[in-house]
């Protein structure tokens, strides 16, 4: 098993340009989730999905756009970079949708984004 | 006030030395996560605790629902040891909340 893939691992923005981060898992788990992580602050939350089909937003959804079209993947879109966007972004998924307490959290390798 | 408080912040030790890390929270919760962040950025799971006590090799996490504090022990630490650690905790429902994270250096 590959685990959770993300790709890019960097990239660099100018502002007003658009990207998509890619994350999959191979691991089956119905629960997948973006945070970013910025210097001083705990992970935030952006968006996260339970299942193919549903999405919903987390605690920093604003500039951001997700689907989930598979169990596999979930793409996070960056519809205008900015900023204070610069971060670095953790996808990371856990095998059941309800008892996300309880579960074990799989962290991709994260991907650390620059807007110029 | 942060939900998730966690110290020190920083922490350098020496090698063999017996390491804590704490984490308080605020709010009612239904478990807390113990995470190790390697210096290359990746971030793997440790611990996921409800109640009492687990024991990993060299790590030992504990909880305390009524004092709201959880402890992660490293016994015999080693340069290896050196990461970020961090603490989140589940309130139920479909999110975590992060801790800042200490960052822990071990000296040989």
């Known amino acids: 098993n590959a685990g959770v893939t993300q790709t890019p691992k960097f990239q660099v923005l100018k502002t007003g340009q658009s990207m998509t981060l890619q994350c999959a898992q191979d691991m089956n788990h119905e629960y997948m989730s973006w945070y970013r992580q910025d210097p001083g602050m705990g992970l935030r939350l952006i968006h996260y999905s339970v299942g193919a089909g549903i999405t919903d937003q987390g605690e920093v959804p604003n500039g951001y756009n997700v689907s989930r079209s598979t169990t596999e993947d979930f793409p996070l879109r960056l519809l205008s970079a900015a900023p204070s966007q610069t971060s670095v972004y953790f996808c990371?998924?856990?095998?059941?949708?309800?008892?996300?307490?309880?579960?074990?959290?799989?962290f991709g390798p994260g991907t650390r984004l620059t807007v110029l | 006030k942060n939900e998730v408080e966690q110290s020190p912040q920083n922490l350098t030790a020496q090698e063999g030395e017996f390491i804590t890390i704490n984490c308080s929270y605020s709010?009612?919760?239904?478990?807390l996560h113990w995470l190790q962040q390697h210096p290359g950025g990746g971030i793997v799971s440790l611990f996921m605790l409800s109640s009492g006590k687990k024991k990993h090799g060299r790590l030992i996490a504990t909880i305390n629902i009524q004092e709201k504090h959880s402890s992660l022990h490293i016994t015999a630490s080693h340069p290896r040891d050196s990461a970020v650690y961090i603490c989140?905790?589940?309130?139920?429902?479909?999110?975590?909340?992060f801790g800042e994270g200490t960052q822990l250096t071990v000296n040989p």
């Open positions: 989140a905790v589940g309130k139920g429902g479909s999110r975590l909340t």
């Open positions: 709010v009612g919760i239904s478990a």
């Open positions: 990371a998924s856990s095998i059941t949708a309800t008892g996300v307490s309880y579960n074990e959290q799989f």
